[in-house]
């Protein structure tokens, strides 16, 4: 089975600058830009539709590497050309990583994120389970013991390192990570998502979508 699987599904834009590496799935509609770095390294990661990942963005499967071993990789991988020759990610296994590092574990526990988030510039992401409709604020960290429901914000710079769980339109923000909920549903981002699929295309190299979306069940 191919440790080094990148499914995008039609209608979504990939730039060819983004940096995809494992068992990465993108749904449909999706906007990835350049620099963006997701790395399945210790499990899959599927990404639903209509999520907008802007530039410097990291979201990782760490699975089971130590705060240490992670420095090290995104360190290794930061530094390694996103593709090999042909076009094709350079896959995981095949970087000079310390022989503990079993990347691409396909046994590994998948992280999944819904529909409709927006990942801000630079923000760091881990978490394994990030429901819908979420926006990440520029250079925010959201660690793997964290759990996101649906239509929250974490704010510019907050990190969250420690376990814990954000209800559904909850709201981190401050130096102190304050918390409040916000009444209203936030709406996703369909404008700069149409925009952007429009714009993207005509300045950059694209990864070709290889999957049909899914048919939506029969009522």
């Known amino acids: 089975m191919n440790h080094d699987s990148l499914k995008i599904e039609k209608g979504s834009v990939v730039c060819g600058e983004a940096d995809l590496r494992g068992d990465v799935t993108i749904g449909g509609n999706a906007i990835i830009h350049p620099k963006v770095r997701i790395l399945a390294y210790g499990g899959p990661i599927v990404i639903g539709e209509g999520c907008l990942i802007e530039e410097q963005t990291v979201i990782i499967n760490r699975g089971d590497l130590s705060d240490e071993d992670l420095a090290k990789f995104l360190k290794e991988t930061e530094n390694r050309p996103p593709q090999s020759r042909g076009g094709r990610n350079a896959p995981l296994r095949s970087l000079q990583v310390q022989s503990n590092f079993v990347c691409g574990k396909l046994e590994g526990e998948t992280m999944r994120i819904g529909d409709y988030n927006v ?12 429901g819908n409709n979420n926006l990440f604020e520029s250079k925010c960290k959201v660690g793997n013991r964290v759990t996101v429901a649906n239509g929250c914000v974490v704010s510019v710079y907050c990190v969250l390192e420690q376990e814990d769980s954000l209800t559904n339109r909850m709201i981190v923000y401050g130096p102190g990570n304050q918390r409040r909920q916000q009444q209203d549903k936030p709406m ?7 925009f952007l699929t429009k714009v993207l295309p005509n300045f950059h190299n694209l990864k070709k979508s290889n999957v049909s979306p899914s048919p939506e069940p029969k009522k």
């Open 119 to 130: 990942f801000e510039v630079g923000c760091h992401i881990e978490s394994l389970s990030i």
């Open 188 to 194: 996703p981002q369909t404008q700069q998502l149409e």
